[in-house]
Structure formats: structure tokens, C-alpha cells
T-cell receptor
Framework: DVKVTQSSRYLVKRTGEKVFLECVQDMDHENMFWYRQDPGLGLRLIYFSYDVKMKEKGDIPEGYSVSREKKERFSLILESASTNQTSMYLC??????????????FGEGSWLTVV | KQEVTQIPAALSVPEGENLVLNCSFTDSAIYNLQWFRQDPGKGLTSLLLIQSSQREQTSGRLNASLDKSSGRSTLYIAASQPGDSATYLCAVYRAGTALIFGKGTTLSVSS
């Protein structure tokens, strides 16, 4: 089975802190994604990557950055956390480099609260 | 800009009922459509993927249909069970973009 692992399920951080959310997939997928999910707004794409060291902005990249140094790992970085970044963050992966229509697999999510 | 809409936002049914969840999209130039299930506080699980050339896909008690020309997809759940209670999301894919999701329909099946 495909496994997408988000190492932190629940985090509480202070305003202004730098926050790292880590995601690892074990199926050699080329594509990886970070979404955030908020009530009433649904899933919104933050960043995605179709290859090591490659990244593309999604719909809401402001305040975030990403890192993909290895194929299996995609990190989301909040440079200076703010309260409006309190949310559930979902990592996902799929096969097919640069083609995003294959079955997509999600992690369990990371609940981030910024106080 | 592609928009994906799911109506209703919430649905409650008694156990055993057959039901249909709806998904509509504004741009019919899609390559495929996926249906997902999300349990409270968890990630999404892919249920069915329908290619644009297909009209339907089946998995167990689930049947998804796609009508590209009208911009609609339905997810049919037969003989619903309390374990089917979850939020169901659809997402469409067109070349050059990542998946675009609807906001989901939250289903509650009572025993």
C-alpha cells in the first residue's frame, strides 16, 4: 500500500516561529503536494513539486515555502507563523512526473495551531 | 477558471437507503475526475477515478458516473451503512494544473 506519512499530527506554535511540516512517501512518486483545508473553504493548494528540487506555486503560496531535496520527502515551511495559518495541512503524492491526473494519495494531515 | 461545486453540503439518510452525491464543474475540458472519502480529522482516501473517455466506474457498492458535456458527475452509494458516514469530495484534473477540489458533501447514515 502507498503510504504518505506526515510526521507531526498536532502542533502548537507561537506567532513568529518558523515551522517545518515534514512529509515522506514510500512509493517513489514524482509528484508531491501540500494543501491546507479550512472549514467553508475546502482544500487549497499551497505548493507542489514534480521532481527533486523543483517546486511550483499553487493558489495560496504566500507565507509558505517548500523544500524537496530528496524524491521521497517534501517539506512545508512557514517562515514566520501567523494565527491565520492555523489550519489542517495535508500532504499528498502521485505518480507521473508533471502529469497530475493519476490517483493521488494523502497523508493523515497535520493540525497546526498558531497562538 | 475551473470551479467544482458539490450540492448538497450535507445529507442525512437512514441505513439501507440508496443515495446519490452530486458534483458539477464549469470547464468540461477535463482529463479525469476523482472521488474521495474523508473521515473526520483524517486525510483523504481515493475511491474512484474516471477518465474523461469513460462514463462510469464501479467499486463494490459505489458507482461513479461522468458526463463531461454537461459538467456533471454523480457518486451512487447502494444500500448505505453507518460506516459510510464521512465527507465525500470530488476533484477534477485538466492538463497543466493540479487537482481542483469541491468542498464536499458530508454524509450521515443513521442506524
Amino acid at each position: 500500500d502507498v503510504k504518505v506519512t506526515q510526521s507531526s499530527r498536532y502542533l502548537v506554535k507561537r506567532t513568529g516561529e518558523k515551522v517545518f511540516l515534514e512529509c515522506v512517501q514510500d512509493m517513489d512518486h514524482e509528484n508531491m503536494f501540500w494543501y491546507r483545508q479550512d472549514p467553508g473553504l475546502g482544500l487549497r493548494l499551497i505548493y507542489f513539486s514534480y521532481d527533486v528540487k523543483m517546486k511550483e506555486k499553487g493558489d495560496i503560496p504566500e507565507g509558505y515555502s517548500v523544500s524537496r531535496e530528496k524524491k521521497e520527502r517534501f517539506s512545508l515551511i512557514l517562515e514566520s507563523a501567523s494565527t491565520n495559518q492555523t489550519s489542517m495541512y495535508l500532504c499528498a503524492s502521485s505518480s507521473g512526473q508533471g502529469s497530475f491526473g493519476n490517483t493521488i494519495y494523502f497523508g493523515e494531515g497535520s493540525w497546526l495551531t498558531v497562538v | 477558471k475551473q470551479e467544482v461545486t458539490q450540492i448538497p453540503a450535507a445529507l442525512s439518510v437512514p441505513e439501507g437507503e440508496n443515495l446519490v452525491l452530486n458534483c458539477s464543474f464549469t470547464d468540461s475540458a477535463i482529463y479525469n475526475l476523482q472521488w474521495f472519502r474523508q473521515d473526520p480529522g483524517k486525510g483523504l482516501t481515493s475511491l474512484l477515478l474516471i477518465q474523461s473517455s469513460q462514463r462510469e466506474q464501479t467499486s463494490g457498492r459505489l458507482n461513479a458516473s461522468l458526463d463531461k458535456s454537461s459538467g456533471r458527475s454523480t457518486l451512487y452509494i447502494a444500500a448505505s451503512q453507518p460506516g459510510d458516514s464521512a465527507t465525500y469530495l470530488c476533484a477534477v484534473y485538466r492538463a497543466g494544473t493540479a487537482l481542483i477540489f469541491g468542498k464536499g458533501t458530508t454524509l450521515s447514515v443513521s442506524s
